[in-house]
Every structure is written in structure tokens, then in C-alpha cells.
């Protein structure tokens, strides 16, 4: 993934619909989607580009196609890390855990706040 390629936020959305519920035809996607619903044509388009900058791939289905992602959420979630990190923090990752434990944002993943 290029450093420079960053997601909007309606691809963020659309990706995290992939990334969470694999393999998705365009209506699969929007029935993910809160109300109001977008257009068929509105997620078809974001679609399209996402494959066209090399987001997702493409199967064929019948006479449709499904989506899957073709960039890992994991790879995704590093570079926004590192984009935030840089911009607010500096570039310095110990900047920020001293912000998130200074606002509580820290601990254990298991226990409920």
C-alpha cells in the first residue's frame, strides 16, 4: 500500500464492510450500510474505484461480482497509525501512549469500563 494512498472516508467504510464480512457483491455491501441507504450506483462507482487504485479484487458471480479486500485491514490500520502518529504526534509513538493513558484510553482489552 502507497503511503500517499489514503482512503476517504466513504471508501473507509465501504472497506471496513469487506474487511469485517469478507467476500461482498455491491448489494450485500449497501444492506451493511445504515439508513438511509446509498444507491446502487453511488457504492457500485466508490466500488469501482476502490478496485481501479488496487484496494480490492473482484471475482465473478454469476452476473455479478463479488469484492474482496486486496490490501489487509491490518496493513491499513499501520499506515493510518503511522499517518496520525506523524501529523499530531511528531512521529513520536511514546507522545501518544502518553496521551491515551492520560485519558484512560489504556488497558485491559478484556475488562469493560
Known amino acids: 500500500?502507497?503511503?500517499?494512498?489514503?482512503?476517504?472516508?466513504?471508501?473507509?467504510?465501504?472497506?471496513?464492510?469487506?474487511?469485517?464480512?469478507?467476500?461482498?457483491?455491491v448489494k450485500e455491501?449497501?444492506?451493511?450500510l445504515p439508513d438511509p441507504k446509498p444507491h446502487f450506483n453511488t457504492i457500485s462507482t466508490f466500488v469501482r474505484g476502490l478496485q481501479s487504485k488496487g484496494w480490492i479484487t473482484h471475482e465473478?458471480?454469476?452476473?455479478?461480482?463479488?469484492?474482496?479486500?486486496?490490501?489487509?485491514?491490518?496493513?491499513?490500520?499501520?499506515?493510518?497509525?503511522?499517518?496520525i502518529v506523524g501529523y499530531l504526534f511528531n512521529g513520536k509513538y511514546d507522545l501518544l501512549?502518553?496521551?491515551?493513558s492520560?485519558?484512560?484510553k489504556l488497558g485491559n482489552p478484556s475488562s469493560e469500563s
Not at 500500500?1 to 457483491?25: A, T
Not at 458471480?61 to 499506515?79: F, Q
Request: with cysteine; charged share 25%.
Open 60 to 83: 465473478r458471480c454469476g452476473n455479478t461480482h463479488r469484492y474482496s479486500a486486496k490490501v489487509p485491514i491490518n496493513e491499513y490500520r499501520l499506515a493510518s497509525l503511522e499517518r
Open 29 to 32: 455491501i449497501i444492506e451493511l
Open 102 to 104: 492520560e485519558n484512560g
Open 97 to 100: 501512549v502518553d496521551f491515551l
Open 1 to 25: 500500500m502507497s503511503k500517499g494512498n489514503i482512503l476517504s472516508p466513504k471508501e473507509e467504510i465501504i472497506m471496513s464492510c469487506i474487511w469485517l464480512h469478507g467476500p461482498l457483491r
